[in-house]
């Protein structure tokens, strides 16, 4: 099955820097790449996500890239705000995949410094 | 604005009880799901319900049941719980026709003692 690495556990950046979360996945059949955003002491929440037929969507601070040689996808958030400090979670999931089943990564947690 | 609603918040209980979660949704979505998130924050897909449709995560032991009554309820149960069932458990729903974006609810926060 699909294997989705996130490879920072954490990453600490100060206020209206760049932060950038890099994932890969591992099934070339996978095509959407949603990321989520968890606060502390709460849910999920979606934040931006991307379809294999485009390399770039932008929303606002958020930049998703896709690289699918590479099977590999990240979040860029530009001018850094303490409201972005949670865990970012990226997933994959295949288009035709029963019941949109999203395989999680471990997460990032995101600390944006005064 | 929350619109999928989980109870209860919290609960605790001793190894070998059985438990049932609830998950409703305002959303008219036709698909939900639920995780478990460990004390790791690891998130895992155990089931997705798309209408009559049962989807079911082969990793999920059998003690783990969902049930539901229509297509925006879904709930857990979960017999003769074990320790390593400790964890908070997430409902979310989707709607297939667009975005796939999953609306998660609160969670439910499972202790075994």
């Known amino acids: 099955g699909e294997k989705v690495e996130q490879h920072q556990s954490t990453l600490s950046v100060r206020e209206g820097d760049s932060a950038v979360i890099n994932c890969t996945y591992t099934?070339?059949?996978?095509?959407?790449f949603p990321w989520y955003k968890q606060e502390a002491g709460k849910s999920l929440h979606f934040v931006i996500d991307?379809?294999?037929?485009?390399d770039r969507k932008q929303s606002q601070r958020l930049t998703v890239l896709l690289d699918k040689k590479a099977k590999r996808f990240s979040l860029h958030i530009t001018a850094t705000q303490p409201e972005d400090s949670a865990i970012y979670f990226c997933?994959?999931?295949?288009?035709?995949?029963?019941?949109?089943?999203?395989?999680f990564g471990i997460g990032t947690r995101v600390l944006v410094r005064p | 604005e929350t619109a999928v609603f989980q109870t209860p918040n919290y609960h605790v209980t001793q190894v070998g009880n059985e438990v049932s979660f609830n998950c409703k949704q305002t959303l008219g979505h036709d698909t939900m799901y639920w995780y478990k998130q460990d004390s790791k924050k690891l998130l895992k897909i155990m089931f997705s319900y798309n209408n009559k449709q049962l989807i079911v995560n082969e990793t999920v032991p059998r003690r783990f049941s969902p049930q539901s009554s229509d297509k925006a309820h879904l709930n857990l149960r979960i017999k003769s719980v074990e320790p390593e069932d400790s964890a908070v458990y997430l409902c979310?729903?989707?709607?297939?026709?667009?975005?796939?974006?999953?609306?998660f609810g609160p969670g439910t926060r499972l202790t075994v003692l």
């Open positions: 979310a729903s989707s709607s297939r026709d667009w975005g796939y974006e999953q609306y």
């Open positions: 997933a994959a999931s295949m288009a035709n995949s029963a019941g949109n089943k999203l395989t």
């Open positions: 099934d070339t059949a996978s095509s959407y």
């Open positions: 991307i379809r294999s037929n485009v």
